[in-house]
T-cell receptor, first 113, second 112 residues
Framework: KQEVTQIPAALSVPEGENLVLNCSFTDSAIYNLQWFRQDPGKGLTSLLL?????REQTSGRLNASLDKSSGRSTLYIAASQPGDSATYLC????????????FGQGTILTVHP | DGGITQSPKYLFRKEGQNVTLSCEQN?????MYWYRQDPGQGLRLIYY???????QKGDIAEGYSVSREKKESFPLTVTSAQKNPTAFYLC???????????FGPGTRLLVL
């Protein structure tokens, strides 16, 4: 059964810092990996999707990498801003979980001015 | 505007009552999903549907039921058999399975 773990559970940084969020998964036979953002009491917003054949994806100040063989992904946020404060969720699909996303528990990010 | 809508935003359930959560999308997506989120936890899949008139159980389907009679609609019924229904319920859709999922704003279900 696929399991997804995110580290750290919570992170507090001053504005302007570059930061890294980590995601690991136990079954490397994935189809893709997605990073989402969730604001308190709201739905999820898709940030980046990496196909299993890709190594990384970039969108603005966000860069996500994927090392399928080691079962790891990182989300890099450059020049963090208070508006980046949210919960960041990692999810994988594929393998024995075809068509289904398995989510990590999330990292709660706080960027203070 | 294209997107996914969920209603109501808040829902209160009495003991022994069935309640239905609405999910509608106008993105012309074939696949739709229902997730449950508990405080401090990630999302868990309840049911998903790849196409109209077809749906599959997810990881925590017990006490829930769904229907997919129309492409744009995927309602979730929380039955009286679900003993711990208090949670945040999220609906999502995608062009097909394994593609990027787009989420609605969620419904918070509370038990009276």
């Amino acid at each position: 059964k696929q399991e997804v773990t995110q580290i750290p559970a919570a992170l507090s940084v001053p504005e302007g810092e570059n930061l890294v969020l980590n995601c690991s998964f136990t079954d490397s036979a994935i189809y893709n990996l997605q990073w989402f953002r969730q604001d308190p009491g709201k739905g999820l917003t898709s940030l980046l999707l990496i196909q299993s054949s890709q190594r990384e994806q970039t969108s603005g100040r966000l860069n996500a990498s994927l090392d399928k063989s080691s079962g790891r992904s990182t989300l890099y946020i450059a020049a963090s801003q208070p508006g980046d404060s949210a919960t960041y969720l990692c999810a994988v699909s594929g393998g024995t979980s075809y068509g289904k996303l398995t989510f990590g528990q999330g990292t709660i990010l706080t960027v203070h001015p | 505007d294209g997107g996914i809508t969920q209603s109501p935003k808040y829902l209160f359930r009495k003991e022994g009552q069935n309640v239905t959560l609405s999910c509608e999308q106008n993105l012309n997506h074939d696949a739709m999903y229902w997730y449950r989120q508990d405080p401090g936890q990630g999302l868990r899949l309840i049911y998903y549907s790849q196409i109209v008139n077809d749906f599959q159980k997810g990881d925590i389907a017990e006490g829930y039921s769904v229907s997919r009679e129309k492409k744009e609609s995927f309602p979730l019924t929380v039955t009286s058999a679900q003993k711990n229904p208090t949670a945040f319920y999220l609906c999502a859709s995608s062009i097909d399975l394994e593609e990027t999922q787009y989420f609605g704003p969620g419904t918070r279900l509370l038990v009276l």
